[in-house]
């Protein structure tokens, strides 16, 4: 990254929570149908964790969107229990 790329933003429009792992100071996701524009604390608000632990906490969870049939029986409270215990 070029000294005059350094410090833009950077804002992808997508409807897919896939992208949410992408939040950071610089990245932000805005959300064309729900009309939100999401940032790091956003993220963490509506899933529990950083945007970092987004691949994790959905392999868990599973996703029906991506195939993804996650662990049967665990739900967002255990693994963002059990995510947080681990990031400590």
Known sequence: MSNANMGNRVIIASG????????????????????ILVNVSDVQTMF???????PIYKALLG?????IPGIRGVGP???IKHLSSLLQ
Do not use: A, E, R
């Not at 939040?23 to 729900?34: L, R, Y």
């Open 16 to 35: 897919d929570q896939d992208f949410y792992q992408l939040c950071s100071d610089m990245v932000q996701v805005w959300s064309p149908i729900k009309k």
């Open 48 to 54: 529990g964790c950083h945007p970092i632990n987004m």
């Open 63 to 67: 996703d029906k969107s991506d195939n």
């Open 77 to 79: 409270k255990t693994i």
